[in-house]
């Protein structure tokens, strides 16, 4: 039997791939470990002792103070594929900076699945949805 791939991947099975991602993306992050589980580069000490005066984490690198970054993500489906984005300007380019790094800050490359072990984790996903959904259209 061939089974056309959009009955397969509908939009509902790509917003489940995308969310994976996303959780897998911030529940790393909080960690304090970049997109290949290494740990985020220090804070610089000024920015160290300001969070700290915030009543800040200023040993565990999370790229986050406010949240607002991370709480800006959004996931959106298109036929055939899935988007994690900001839904605000200022968050994309905040984002932006923290992954790529500035002129004053150090690259922190966190917006990204690409270890080994959490690609292994959306084949997964990819394949329970495969043979989940093919059973349901035999």
Known sequence: MIVDAT??????AMLELGLLAQQIITLRTKKGLDADRVPFAPYTASYGKWRASKGRSSTVVDLAFTGHTQGAESVTVA???????FGAERQ???????????KKMKPRPWFDVRHPEEVAVIEEAIGATIQG????IR
Request: hydrophobic content about 45%; cysteine-free; glycine content about 8%.
């Open 133 to 136: 959904r093919v059973e349901k």
């Open 7 to 12: 009955q397969v991947f509908d939009d509902s």
């Open 79 to 85: 036929p055939g594929e899935v988007a994690i984005s």
């Open 92 to 102: 994309a380019q905040i984002a932006a900076w923290l992954n790529d790094g500035t």
